[in-house]
């Protein structure tokens, strides 16, 4: 069975840093690229970032050069780093592979004073 498990989400300060973990099983992780995507309240889905089977790294406008996405494929393991976090980066977080609907339940990040 093919799953996606997302983690590393809370309420953070803006500023603040939180690093995201998505766990994947039942397929090879390897030979696929992945995404982050987000879903704020109330809207729809956007995209975050993507990382390639080699490492190479894709970033939304908003995000670029705040967050770092990355992937251990030892761990079948993807991460988003996120730093220098604002308010608009309040959403619920999920990975999924690039170009698949199908994504894990996601992780609530809340960027909050």
């Known amino acids: 069975q093919e799953m996606l498990v997302e983690s590393g989400g809370g309420l953070v300060q803006p500023g603040g840093s939180l690093k995201l973990s998505c766990v994947a099983s039942?397929?090879?992780?390897?030979?696929?690229?992945m995404t982050w995507i987000r879903q704020p309240p109330g809207k729809e889905l956007e995209w975050v970032a993507n990382v390639g089977t080699r490492g190479n790294t894709q970033y939304d406008a908003s995000v670029k050069g705040r967050f770092t996405a990355s992937r251990d494929n030892a761990k079948n393991t993807l991460y988003l780093q996120m730093d220098n976090l604002k308010p608009e980066d309040t959403a619920i977080y999920y990975c999924?592979?690039?170009?698949?609907?199908?994504r894990g339940r996601g992780t609530q990040v809340t960027v909050s004073s």
């Open positions: 999924s592979r690039t170009g698949d609907t199908a």
């Open positions: 039942g397929f090879p992780f390897n030979i696929y690229g």
